[in-house]
């Protein structure tokens, strides 16, 4: 089946620092790919949608200086938290579809835990 | 504003019963409607997708049904087992033919042996 995988899955870091997280199909191409953010006990919150070749698309209220994405290739895609501070500790989940259009199931990486001290 | 709602943060089933979660949806018209499943630290998994046209979906021991009158998703699990224990997402589209998916928060089920 359609495998995403999303690196890396723990980071702990200083305040101030950027973090670059990657998401990749292993077995498929995506055009678009989805980043979400998921606080303890809340659900997924989409963030951003990522689309190949083009700028990525922000949700409401989500700054897009602060969370950089670059979907370079059809297989990866990459969120950058710039200079991140504890609020922005918290669950980044990605997601593609191996299919276009809507009403597609998403396949989701495992998610990569992000603790700024 | 559009709102999805699942029943009980937590349920608790013994093992071998069924388990109802539901998903209620307000100021949403889905064409279809999704299930995922997650486990703690892991990201969500999908499991069944619904269309509106659509009463009832089954899949092994997991079926869903979808009342466009209501505004409800139902997801059963027959003979459950502790396997079966994480938190179960419904996940409609955000608009017409979307393909972005907004999540309820979630039911976390525990199957108790």
């Known amino acids: 089946g359609a495998v995403v995988s999303q690196h890396p899955s723990r980071v702990i870091c200083k305040s101030g620092t950027s973090v670059k997280i990657e998401c990749r199909s292993l077995?498929?191409?995506?055009?678009?790919m989805f980043w979400y953010r998921q606080f303890p006990k809340q659900s997924l919150m989409l963030m951003a949608t990522s689309n190949e070749g083009s700028k990525a698309t922000y949700e409401q209220g989500v700054e897009k200086d602060k969370f950089l994405i670059n979907h370079a290739s059809l297989t990866l895609s990459t969120l950058t938290v710039t200079s991140a501070h504890p609020e922005d500790s918290s669950f980044y989940i990605c997601s593609a579809s191996d299919r276009v259009g809507g009403n597609q199931p998403q396949h989701f990486g495992d998610g990569t835990r992000l603790s700024i001290l | 504003s559009q709102k999805i709602e699942q029943n009980s943060e937590a349920l608790n089933i013994q093992e071998g019963k069924t388990a109802t979660l539901t998903c209620n949806y307000t100021?949403?018209?889905?064409?279809?409607l999704q299930w995922y499943r997650q486990d703690p630290g892991r990201g969500p998994v999908f499991l069944l997708l619904?269309?509106?046209?659509?009463k009832e979906k089954r899949k092994e021991r997991l079926k869903v049904t979808f009342d466009t009158t209501l505004k409800q998703s139902l997801f059963h699990i027959t003979a459950s087992q502790p396997a079966d224990s994480a938190t179960y997402l419904c996940?409609?589209?955000?608009?017409?033919?979307?393909?972005?998916?907004?999540f309820g928060t979630g039911t976390r089920l525990t199957i108790i042996p």
């Open positions: 100021n949403y018209s889905p064409a279809y």
């Open positions: 996940a409609p589209p955000k608009g017409f033919g979307n393909e972005k998916l907004t």
């Open positions: 619904i269309r509106e046209n659509e």
């Open positions: 077995d498929f191409q995506a055009t678009t």
